[in-house]
């Protein structure tokens, strides 16, 4: 092409080719945006129909009611009662509102801004799960906060049902409470339908039967939004159903008596910290369990604040505890049921036999092991010698018994092993033998420790309720039961879903004469005045009262000590005439009440805990005459008398 | 001189047309397309008031107003003789630049970018309007230049010089997406306007050298993030791949025949953020189908056919340039609006003509296809 040619040709001409590469250029825009198109919605258009399905169709949990708990009498131990809760969902609240929104609600709220931060820092599950912030918020709060939606990003207010507790730390210790779900319960619990801002049982019975309370939660198919708000119910899975209610088998009555009867001697003893436990020896139900000092079991369904929870959790004398099974201390003297239910099972002493008591035993190089009063009485049998609790008599039964017999009977009344009560946190206590003592420090028992865990010293340790279940069979004549808290499960038609029978751990290996024998002697404590007046009262009642030491020795030498009294009353609970000593009624095994008593670190001058299970059994059974020894609880040593 | 001779035809053809003659020229099909997209613009608007389509101030409602507008403004500017235009090229390009400074120091920021600019309670986007005013002052240089001094860089040059300025401006306000619709026009318009090819490449190459400037220190990180995160959206999905993860689905789940009108879930239940501007055609694949998708974009096919063949027609160079600048525009808008919908362009917020909902939009493309009118019904019909 000349230049003579392009300046002939009209400008125009020249144009079209570009004019046909822009067409073409449109064409292959088209083109691709259309097989692009054709490839997203026709090729790949079911892959992307399941997503956008996906993004607005979940399964939902939907709660059911929680069931909930009576006592044997059919008294209302928790209700369910409605709350408003305000809950966030963090991917709703922009980060740099956050302060904000955070400081405004902690003011409508009357909560500190770094309980709520935590609360969303916290949060277990996903950005877009919602995270609890109160529970229990008033109802004018909480309209106050849904009418300033605008203002508060992510926050919302929700209906539903949180738990109360009518008698609250009266039960607390055995019912527990239920709370929000945390990220470790979640970690586990996700798979079983469990929500982030779910409640589970947390503590007591609440905790144990979670499983029956909680009920079967529903399962919804919800369509929702992109910002997860429910918009309606596509079709209902499976519906919620209730939870189980559970009877319980104590007795909120006899709980009270034990309170006041524990309560009393903490206010005059001063005591830290008491236990009481009472149970049917016949079934091993347990009536009553007062752990003192408590926690109002409300405070941590209506939420706790950090603050609060911080007091509770840095308390010395550990409230959150249940000290009658979470906690093994030396059971002193109540342990010398064991040593002398061995040993006259095992032919080491007959029961007429007589042992030298004295001042004191001397073992080895001259150490002395002394008699609990410095004196002794002379020959005793064992009725006697079980009667006022003579430690020179013990030493000389446990060592004929020997350390390895003795762990063995131990272990037959259910020392050394979980009762298997259905409350959570159970401490296992010791029992010491050889190969126990090799395992943990590589010797073998010496004699004196032998010595010292004939009268339930040195590593002997129990909790309060291994203690009261030895007696408790000793009461039913031989057999060792699991104590149990709960009856009956019902279901939420009122009908029982499952009744609990008395189950039985194991048949002691002991003949009947023997553990008859350490019954009249249980009432020879009593009847020989080692318990003071307790044989004055016109109630029956056969025990072993133990002071246990422990801890460090103070200026005079002397060491703390807690006090135990294992107890039990016969089925017809007077003296019948013939029977004025009330040996013909102990002999029995129709015990339906077996009680304990444990005050720890008691500085006073006498047993205290004999001194409550006197008191309970005064209340309990109604006795005009009031036998309490005041003096008895006066600060002192138990030792300084004698 | 071609120019110089075609000049008396052109007024001559002018002087001896009737009414029914003008009635012929006038481009009934270029209206056709215009109204069938902007009634798809209003079918997302009414999607998009859900419940209450037709009360005061929805979506709906406001872009039957604009349409109003819009038409108003066509027939007006239809009804001038555009060449008017070229005499007022000046003065309207400086008007332009002023439009933008105002919409820099004046405009009210949606995070930190000033873009639109209150006139009478109304939110106006300058930029929409500027864009067309370039075109009419780029048509007007190149038509000015003789033909033979077309082969030269200066043309190329010069038009550049002349937008660069307001793409700075609209680069400023930040508004990334904008000055690249200017950059489309500048080589569009050039390109069909018969600029030399060769130097056309050799300031293209130059341009793509510059690029590595470009993102080290005029993009701003969010911005390179847009930009990039299309080719991955899986990586952030909860961040800045969010809309093209949610714009994905809703597209494929349209199908063939889509979920129907106010039936999109993508769209109702809000997973879609800016259903009704940028990412409205995601919506529209979604309730209308694929069915509907390529319905549309066959009409911008057809549309941008009426408006190339305006400026064919038209024995003027302006007139030529003009039409190039719009339909360079309609197709760089529809390719990264629709591109970026379908996953297969980065995010900017440029958008859909006729159909994305927004005055600014609408009226202006209605002003360039009223200017094209005019040249229509002011030109004599090739003989071809």
């Known amino acids: ?642 | 001189m071609g120019t110089m001779r075609l000049e008396p035809t052109r007024v001559q053809a002018w002087a001896v047309k009737s009414a029914g003659a003008i009635w012929k020229a006038f481009d009934a099909q270029l209206v056709i397309y215009a109204l069938l997209l902007a009634i798809f613009g209003l079918l997302m608007a009414y999607t998009n008031s859900a419940g209450t389509p037709l009360a005061a101030g929805t979506t709906f409602t406001r872009g039957l107003v604009w349409l109003a507008l819009a038409i108003v403004a066509f027939a007006v500017v239809a009804a001038f003789d555009y060449r008017w235009l070229k005499t007022f090229a000046w003065p309207l390009y400086f008007a332009n630049i002023g439009l933008l400074l105002a919409s820099l120091f004046l405009g009210d920021g949606v995070g930190g970018v000033a873009r639109w600019v209150t006139v009478f309670g109304l939110q106006f986007q300058f930029s929409e309007i500027a864009k067309i005013l370039m075109i009419v002052v780029l048509a007007n240089w190149i038509a000015s230049r003789a033909p033979q001094r077309m082969s030269g860089p200066w043309t190329i040059v010069g038009a550049g010089l002349l937008v660069a300025p307001a793409m700075i401006l609209v680069l400023m306000q930040p508004d990334l997406g904008t000055s690249l619709v200017f950059l489309a026009i500048l080589a569009g318009t050039l390109f069909l306007a018969g600029a030399s090819i060769r130097w056309l490449g050799t300031f293209a190459i130059i341009g793509m050298a510059a690029m590595p400037f470009v993102w080290n220190y005029i993009l701003r990180d969010y911005q390179k993030q847009r930009l990039t995160s299309f080719l991955d959206p899986a990586a952030d999905p909860l961040g800045s791949g969010y809309q093209l993860v949610q714009s994905r689905i809703a597209v494929g789940s349209g199908g063939l025949f889509g979920k129907g009108i106010t039936n999109g879930t993508q769209n109702q239940l809000d997973f879609l953020p800016v259903q009704t501007t940028d990412f409205v055609y995601a919506i529209l694949a979604e309730e209308l189908g694929f069915i509907g998708g390529i319905l549309v974009l066959g009409l911008f096919v057809l549309l941008l056919w009426r408006v190339l063949l305006a400026g064919w027609r038209a024995e003027d160079p302006f007139a030529l340039a003009f039409s190039a600048g719009m339909a360079s525009m309609i197709l760089f808008q529809v390719l990264v609006n629709v591109g970026m919908v379908i996953g297969i362009m980065p995010i900017t917020g440029i958008p859909l003509p006729f159909v994305t909902h927004g005055g600014a939009s609408l009226i202006s493309i209605a002003i360039g296809l009223g200017v094209l009118q005019s040249i229509n019904l002011r030109q004599v019909r090739p003989t071809w």
Do not use: C
Request: hydrophobic letters at 40%.
């Open chain 1, 1 to 642: 092409m000349t230049a003579i040619d392009l300046e002939r040709r009209s400008p125009r001409e020249r144009l079209l080719p570009r004019f046909v590469a822009f067409g073409v250029i449109v064409s292959i825009v088209v083109g691709a945006l259309g097989l692009r198109l054709f490839q997203l919605q026709v090729a790949e258009g079911g892959h992307y129909a399941t997503l956008a399905d996906d993004n607005r169709m979940i399964i939902q949990s939907t709660p059911s009611a929680r069931g909930l708990i009576y006592d044997r009498n059919g008294v209302e131990l928790v209700k369910n009662v409605p709350t408003f809760t305000v809950k966030m969902r963090p991917a709703d609240l922009p980060f740099s509102k956050r302060e904000e929104v955070v400081g405004r609600l902690a003011r409508l709220l009357g909560l500190e801004s770094a309980d709520i931060n935590e609360a969303i820092d916290r949060n277990p599950g996903s950005r877009f799960d919602l995270v609890r912030i109160a529970t229990d918020v008033p109802e004018a709060t909480a309209r106050l906060i849904a009418e300033e939606h605008l203002v508060l990003p992510g926050v919302q207010v929700d209906a539903e049902a949180r738990r109360e507790y009518p008698l609250g730390p009266l039960v607390s210790q055995l019912i527990g409470y239920a709370g929000p779900v945390t990220a470790e319960d979640l970690e586990r619990l996700r798979d079983e339908g469990y929500l982030t801002d779910d409640t589970i049982g947390k503590a007591g019975v609440e905790r144990v039967y979670e499983t029956e309370l909680r009920g079967q939660y529903g399962l919804e198919q919800v369509e929702r939004d992109a910002a997860g708000r429910k918009i309606r119910v596509l079709n209902e899975v499976r519906p919620p159903e209730a939870g189980g209610s559970l009877e319980l088998s104590l007795d909120v009555g006899i709980q009270r008596e034990a309170e006041k009867a524990l309560k009393w001697a903490i206010r005059l003893a001063g005591l830290k910290r008491g236990v009481v436990i009472v149970i049917n020896p016949q079934t091993g139900e347990i009536l009553a369990m007062v752990s003192l000092p408590t926690y109002d079991n409300n405070q941590f369904a209506r939420g706790i604040s950090a603050k609060e929870y911080a007091k509770l959790a840095n308390n010395p004398d550990r409230p959150l505890l249940n000290h009658a099974i979470s906690e093994q201390f030396p059971p002193g003297s109540t342990y010398k049921l064991v040593t002398a239910t061995g040993a006259l099972e095992d032919g080491k002493i007959g029961v007429n036999e007589t042992i030298m008591t004295k001042a004191f035993l001397t073992l080895g190089r001259g150490f002395r092991f002394w008699e609990w009063n410095r004196r002794g009485w002379g020959p005793l049998t064992i009725y006697d010698g079980f009667g006022h609790s003579s430690d020179t008599f013990f030493y000389q039964v446990a060592g004929r018994l020997g350390i390895d017999r003795l762990a063995y009977w131990a272990k037959q009344f259910g020392f050394g092993e979980r009762s298997g009560i259905d409350l959570p946190a159970e401490a296992r206590g010791t029992v010491p033998s050889n190969d126990w003592k090799q395992e943990v420090f590589g010797q073998p028992i010496f004699p004196g420790e032998t010595y010292q865990a004939g009268i339930g010293q040195g590593y002997d340790t129990a909790t309060p309720i291994q203690v009261l279940n030895a007696y408790a069979a000793l009461a039913n004549g031989g057999k060792l039961y699991r104590p149990q808290i709960v009856r009956r499960v019902l279901n939420a038609d009122g009908t029982v879903a499952r009744e609990f029978e008395p189950d039985l751990i194991r048949d002691l290996p002991v003949s009947k004469s023997v553990l008859r024998t350490m019954r009249l002697a249980s009432r020879r404590v009593v009847n020989i005045g080692h318990t003071y007046n307790l044989r004055d009262l016109p109630i029956i009642v056969a025990g072993k009262s133990g002071t246990a030491e422990f801890g460090l020795r103070d200026k005079q030498g002397r060491l703390p000590y807690h006090s135990w009294f294992a107890a039990f009353v016969p089925k017809e609970p007077r003296p019948a005439a013939g029977d004025p000593k009330g040996t013909r009624a102990v002999a029995r095994t129709d015990s339906e009440l077996a009680v304990l008593a444990f005050a720890y670190d008691s500085r006073t001058k006498g047993n205290v805990a004999t001194e409550i299970v006197k008191y309970f059994i005064q209340i309990h059974y109604k006795v005009k005459r009031d036998l309490r020894n005041f003096d008895l609880l006066k600060r002192g040593n138990f030792y300084q008398g004698n």
